[in-house]
């Protein structure tokens, strides 16, 4: 058996590659587990099947003008939109509709950790990081700063640190900071307030 023939590289390509964009959208979505190379693959030819499923009519109509006229840019722009754009267009209409408040009544959120619920949102925050041992680290959460998602180990870069004073107020931030790393298993809580 050639894997290289024209025939079972091309059916290889039009029944995998979208669902591939598809999954790999989804995963910079919503960042989770790997999962095995062996369901994926499967998934991708299922997530394949649906795309190739909404788009049957328009296909259909194409088919029979191709084989009429000849290939047209019209016909390969269509085709580059079924296998590359729509599959990223599903996975955003899929994201909109887990995310919507209606969906997540009956639903558990997409995202799995609040860690990357919060971060995600990429909104600038005052922190307070209580450690294990009781030490506080307040600083900056900002443009610069990053937090790590799902799967890598949680762990926080916050671009600058600052000095509290005695009723726990941000005083001024430290001098020649340049941020802190703080990886999750020194902290017991994370305290934010809206910058």
Known sequence: MDIWDANKLSLFIQFVVPGFISIKWYQLAFPGAPRPTGDQLIDAVAYSCINYAIWFVPMYHMRETIQSTGWSACSVLFYILVMFISPVLLVELWKRVRQSRMFQKN????????????FSQRKMYWMKVVLKDGTIVAGKFGDRSFASSAPAEEQIYMEETWVLDENGGFLRCKNNSAGVVIVSKEISHIELRNF
Do not use: G, L
């Open 107 to 118: 639903a558990p959120h997409p995202t799995s950790k609040p860690w990357d619920y919060v």
